[in-house]
């Protein structure tokens, strides 16, 4: 089977312009069974966010496509239906072409597909955790997570999983890792998956909380003398502050762990090295952004670097990807630029 350089190059792009940019610096031998799995979970995603679609009815094909995944399932057919309602074209494309996808996965050495299948199996289980853990749409049905351990397991499922399928597979198929301790860098690697999602569930608390979801543990909120409806409020939002902050502490805390863990890749691996400092970069630009903000709260819309700033980040990388010392005193600025 030809390479998938449609798939895998203008597909990509158009469905996440930032991953596409990670993907594209490793190693050839990474390209599709890392970005194969990319494009499944994302297709898997938007058939969970198609709300056209009764909830009932997605979970259903979520399940189908479960087991399309594992390999016993007719999920594409069913994303094929969930295509007709995508007004996204790039999604809509990604639907129609799971057959192939699939394909191309079967085709995978035997090991890489395995690591596919498993960290699909666990990504699309948190997908539909959310969508049965917060049964509505909007505000009005507002639901939340009762514990900061329920909030921990989420980020596992749905990122930090991740981790250990990213550090097998480079291990695999990179001979100047073969003397990574596996489980310990598989540890960090979960680490790595929950400081990004971690960083997502604190930017998109405002809209999150408007579609009916709160990742913020309620208890902590009683705490606090508030209920997950008190965040639609701007003053009464407010009284959440030190549990945001609180929850940033613990991201950054899961951020050391990932630098470390990219601090660990040898200088002769710079592609991998680039792949993990990219998505660091960003990730604390845009906490820094967020404890910068005088309501994050209540913003309209996500806080997020500007893409100039992240070609600008990109671009200086490049330079400094040989350098321990060099990559490091840029990690501390980007950490000190977090304000709690």
Not at 80 to 90: C, E, F, N, P, S
Not at 166 to 182: C, Q
Not at 221 to 228: F, S
Not at 300 to 307: D, E, H, W
């Amino acid at each position: 089977m030809p390479p998938a350089h449609d798939l895998l190059g203008d597909v990509l792009r158009q469905v996440s312009r930032s991953f596409y940019l990670s993907l594209r610096i490793l190693p050839t031998a990474l390209h599709e069974p890392i970005g194969l799995a990319y494009l499944l979970a994302r297709a898997a995603d938007t058939v969970a966010d198609t709300r056209v679609i009764p909830r009932a009815e997605r979970l259903a094909q979520l399940e189908a496509l479960r087991a399309a995944y594992a390999g016993g399932g007719p999920g594409p057919t069913t994303a094929r239906a969930a295509a007709a309602h995508q007004t996204d074209l790039a999604e809509r494309r990604l639907l129609e072409r799971l057959d192939e996808i699939l394909a191309r996965v079967v085709a995978l050495p035997k090991d890489d597909g395995a690591a596919v299948r498993a960290v699909l199996e666990t990504l699309t289980s948190g997908m539909i955790f959310d969508l049965t853990r917060f049964p509505g749409e909007d505000a009005a049905s507002l639901a939340a997570l009762d514990t900061p351990e329920e909030l921990d397991r989420y980020t596992y499922l749905v990122a930090g999983c991740v981790g250990p399928f990213w550090t097998a597979l480079h291990v695999a198929h990179r001979p100047r890792l073969a003397g990574w301790d596996v489980a310990d860098m598989s540890a960090r690697g979960v680490r790595f998956g929950k400081a990004l999602q971690m960083t997502n569930v604190l930017r998109d608390i405002p809209r999150d909380v408007r579609a009916g979801r709160c990742y913020l543990p309620a208890r902590e909120l009683a705490a606090l003398g508030l209920r997950p409806v008190d965040l639609l409020d701007p003053e009464r939002s407010a009284r959440a502050r030190p549990l945001v902050h609180s929850l940033v502490r613990r991201t950054l805390e899961h951020y050391d762990v990932a630098w470390g863990y990219a601090l660990a890749i040898p200088r002769a691996e710079w592609r991998m090295r680039l792949a993990c400092v990219w998505p660091l970069w960003i990730g604390l630009g845009t906490l820094a952004r967020l404890t910068c903000h005088a309501n994050p709260l209540g913003v309209s819309t996500p806080i997020k670097v500007p893409r100039a700033a992240v070609r600008g980040m990109i671009a200086r990388t490049f330079a400094t990807v040989w350098s321990d010392a060099a990559l490091g005193r840029e990690y501390a600025r980007l950490r000190a630029s977090v304000m709690v």
